[in-house]
DNA sequence: TAGAAAACCTATTGAATTAATAAGCAATAA
DNA sequence: TTATTGCTTATTAATTCAATAGGTTTTCTA
C-alpha cells in the first residue's frame, strides 16, 4: 500500500512546477537541484506525465518544462494516476474477469472498490494551488 | 498503491473464520481448500495474524484456528494492518526524522497524512461482521 | 500408546519490481 | 555552429513478492 518513488518524485516535480509557473520553460535540471532529486531518474518519470497530458516541453536551449494546465487545474489525483498506472488497490480491479472470475461473487471487492472512491474522492479535491496556498493543517482532520 | 496477496489472503481467511465462527476450531487444510489459497503461504502469513492478536490456534489432531474476538469486533483496518505492517502511503511517516529530515518543511506530506486518515477511518468503519451480513453495495456511493 | 493430523518453523527460489546509473541521440536557440 | 536541453534505450544491483519444500512438534483418538 506505498505509493512508489515514481508517484512522490513526479508529485515534488509537479509541485516545483506550480512554484515556477509564468517564468517560461523550467529546465530539469533546475528542478533536480531545487528537489534533490536524480535528474536522469526524473528523465525516465517525465513520460508518463506526458501521457497524462500534464507537462508541455521545448527542446534545445533555454528548454525546459511547463505544466500543460494551470496550477489549480491539476489535482493530486491526475499527477498519482498518471505516474502510478492506476490507484486501484487491487490490481483485479482494473481488469476484473480477465484476472479473477470470482468477481461476481467475491466478498472482499466491494470493500477494495469502496476504498478506491474515498482514495479517489480525496486526491480529486486537492489541486496544485492548493497545495502552495493552503496551510499545512488544511488537509487532516486534527491539529 | 497496491495491497499484497499476503493482505488479501489475510483478509479472506478472517472472512472465512468469520462464517466457520461457533463451529470450534478450522482447520488450516479447510481454508485453503474453501478459498482455494495455498496452505504452505497460508501457513507464512499466519504469524503476521497471530502477532496482532487476532487468532487463537490449537496444535494437534482435530486442531486449528478461531478468531481471537468475535467478527464484529474485528475490523478489516485490524487485518490489513497487521498482515501489511502498516498503512501508510509513504514510509517517511512510519519513521518521520529517521527516514526524511525535511519533514518539517515538506509540502507533500501533508497531502499523504490526509490519504491516511481517510483510508483508516474507512477500514475501521468495517468489520468482519459487516461483510459477511451487509449488501455489496453498502460499502460503494453508488450503484 | 502408536500414529495420524494438525500447527509451527526455516530455508530456498524464481520472478518481478524498484530505483537508479550510464551512454548516447535529437532538437533548437543564441 | 555549438552549447544546452529534452529524449530514448540499455543495464544493473538490490529488494520484495509469492510461493514451494522439508522438516519438527504437539495433541487427539482409536
Redesign the pocket.
Known amino acids: 500500500m506505498k505509493i512508489?518513488?515514481?508517484g512522490r518524485?513526479s508529485l515534488r516535480m509537479m509541485i516545483d512546477l506550480a512554484q515556477h509557473y509564468n517564468e517560461g520553460y523550467?529546465?530539469?535540471?533546475d528542478i533536480s537541484e531545487r528537489q534533490d532529486l536524480?535528474k536522469?531518474?526524473l528523465?525516465?518519470i517525465?513520460?508518463f506525465l506526458?501521457r497524462g497530458n500534464l507537462l508541455k516541453?521545448?527542446?534545445?536551449?533555454?528548454?525546459?518544462?511547463m505544466l500543460a494546465k494551470e496550477p489549480s487545474e491539476v489535482t493530486v489525483r491526475e499527477i498519482l494516476e498518471s505516474a502510478e498506472g492506476s490507484l486501484t488497490p487491487v490490481s483485479c480491479m482494473d481488469d476484473c474477469p480477465n484476472l479473477c472470475d470470482k468477481c461476481e461473487d467475491c466478498l472482499t471487492l466491494p470493500i477494495y472498490k469502496g476504498l478506491y472512491e474515498r482514495i479517489l474522492q480525496y486526491l480529486d479535491g486537492i489541486t496544485l494551488e492548493d497545495i502552495i496556498n493552503r496551510q499545512v493543517s488544511d488537509f487532516t482532520y486534527h491539529i
Open positions: 512508489s518513488t515514481r518524485y523550467i529546465a530539469l535540471k536524480s536522469k531518474y528523465e525516465q517525465i513520460p506526458s516541453a521545448n527542446k534545445g536551449h533555454l528548454g525546459g518544462y
